[in-house]
């Protein structure tokens, strides 16, 4: 066998170079994504010969056209619902509802399951408001998590669906049923979505929560974007393609509707207002309470109308969209917590430390039953919600989770003990993600946040010795002053304070604005 060697003339040699080096240059400035957009995600989403202008009205006609309303019925036009005379039999009736469910049961099975909300009260901004035929708006599964929910809020939430999301983009409605043990929500329920053709049932025969729930609901999913609700919602005129159109424009944006106020003693739904809203977001106290505050005048600067989001620090997680595939991207939910609690923090943190960005739409309006307390129960629910925020806090607080186990003395004991699971995946995760840190969300999203010393001198609660009582703020509403005069406590329940450098003694949690009563609750 013979080789055959043969030297390269110098044209060839040139020619190589060059090849080489343009090859080196090429791979060198692809752009890295830290976000992926597949096919399918909405920005994507192109239609061969793609019409131009905008949706009509016939093209976002909603899948199920409601039923003429009487204007004189009980609730009608989102009005609140007014008993008068009732025997003893439906007084009994009434306080057995509000105990079983905490909000007017009795009401709820009074008022039509096709409520008509009346005249769309939107700001002007909203109601002008056209979406672009191209690229066009995304389709969605509309994912509802419940357990022993009442027949009345359960059917009128599906119903407000139907009546409002246009036809062409609503893919399914997935009711998730946590191991209900209320004989209307079985084969009952099961034989009557039969009719609504793209509603359909999926159950968990144990008991495991929200978030187990949601997930079951997303694996199932076939539209382009999740869409979550709870089971004691009504759906405004126009609030689904708002959500769709911005995930449109930023499919790294988890969004969330405003949320207005059912009340839970008469089901009236407070509208939107056509003037300039007083607009809310969310946010976080140093025990990872969620909570809510006025937007902060430079966010409110930012918006040059209606139509602009508004940026929020935290979410209440009850009812918001996002791409499945940025779902699925950014890791879903963090599968080791339990039942609910903590899921909307840590998934707020997630979002914007590894990239996204939490937003509300204020022309999508979405009702909601706020309850003082929740009906449902679950196995040492404290120590559960507890365990799920150590978790949060050891993959995404970073040194700040100190502030929190100083607050919370539960919380620490379950650090220290090792109690809250293994964390090695969502570290990964965050790894993966090329996520920044706690500081950074502080120093450029919640820039408005209280920061405690993550090491004070001291800390701890104020106790006078002359009275032997702990002094504490009592409205966490109120704004901390120097040289405030506090009150007396005597149970024991007064704000942990921590002393800083300046000699100077202040409380741990930042007080806020007056508080928006309750929050979803699944």
């Not at 509802?144 to 119903?159: D, V």
């Not at 595939?325 to 609690?341: K, V």
């Amino acid at each position: 066998m013979r080789l055959c060697c043969c030297r390269l003339t110098l044209r060839v040699k040139v020619a190589a170079s060059c090849f080489l080096l343009l090859l080196v240059l090429i791979c060198y400035n692809i752009p890295y994504k830290a976000f992926p957009q597949p096919s399918h995600l909405p920005v994507e989403h192109v239609v061969p010969e793609c019409p131009p202008g905008f949706y009509s009205k016939q093209e976002l006609k909603p899948h199920l056209q409601r039923p003429l309303q009487d204007p004189r019925a009980p609730g009608a036009n989102g009005i609140a619902f007014v008993s008068g005379w009732m025997t003893p039999e439906e007084q009994k009736e009434k306080l057995s509802g509000f105990k079983k469910k905490q909000f007017n049961q009795f009401a709820s099975d009074h008022i039509s399951l096709h409520r008509d909300l009346g005249k769309d009260t939107r700001p002007p901004d909203c109601l002008e408001q056209k979406f672009w035929r191209c690229p066009g708006l995304p389709t969605t599964s509309v994912i509802i998590a419940f357990h022993n929910e009442a027949w009345s809020t359960l059917l009128r939430t599906i119903y407000s669906i139907l009546h409002t999301a246009p036809a062409a983009l609503l893919t399914e409605i997935l009711l998730v049923d946590d191991a209900s043990t209320d004989d209307h929500l079985k084969t009952r329920l099961d034989e009557y979505v039969q009719q609504l053709k793209i509603v359909h049932v999926l159950r968990q025969r144990e008991r495991k929560g929200l978030i187990t729930a949601r997930l079951l609901g997303v694996k199932s999913a076939r539209g382009q974007v999740l869409t979550f609700l709870d089971s004691h919602c009504e759906c405004f005129p126009g609030w689904l393609e708002p959500l769709l159109a911005r995930i449109v424009e930023q499919p790294t944006a988890v969004v969330s509707p405003e949320i207005s106020i059912i009340d839970k003693d008469n089901l009236k739904f407070n509208k939107p207002r056509p003037k300039p809203q007083y607009h809310i977001r969310g946010d976080f106290d140093w025990n990872l309470k969620f909570g809510w505050e006025v937007v902060p005048e430079e966010e409110k600067k930012r918006r040059k109308n209606e139509t602009y989001p508004i940026r929020t620090p935290t979410f209440a997680g009850g009812l918001f969209s996002v791409s499945k595939s940025y779902f699925e991207h950014i890791g879903t939910y963090d599968e080791q917590m339990q039942f609910w609690g903590g899921e909307n923090l840590e998934m707020s943190f997630r979002v914007w430390q590894c990239g996204g960005q939490l937003e509300i739409i204020p022309c999508s309006v979405v009702g909601h039953i706020f309850r003082k307390h929740s009906p449902h129960t679950f196995p040492r629910a404290g120590y559960v919600i507890t365990r799920n925020l150590v978790r949060l806090a050891e993959v995404w607080m970073d040194d700040y989770k100190w502030i929190f186990y100083r607050v919370n003395r539960k919380a620490a004991s379950i650090f220290k003990e090792n109690l809250f699971g293994n964390i090695t995946a969502r570290h990964k995760l965050r790894e993966r993600l090329k996520c920044r840190n706690f500081s950074w969300y502080l120093n450029n999203i919640y820039t408005e946040a209280y920061k405690p010393d993550i090491r004070p001198v001291m800390h701890g609660k104020l106790q006078s010795t002359g009275w032997k009582c702990f002094l504490d703020l009592k409205k966490k509403t109120e704004r901390w002053k120097p040289n405030k005069i506090l009150q007396c406590n005597f149970e024991g329940g007064a704000q942990v304070c921590q002393l800083l450098l300046l000699d100077q003694w202040f409380p741990t949690w930042k007080p806020g604005p007056p508080e928006f009563k309750g929050s979803p609750d699944g």
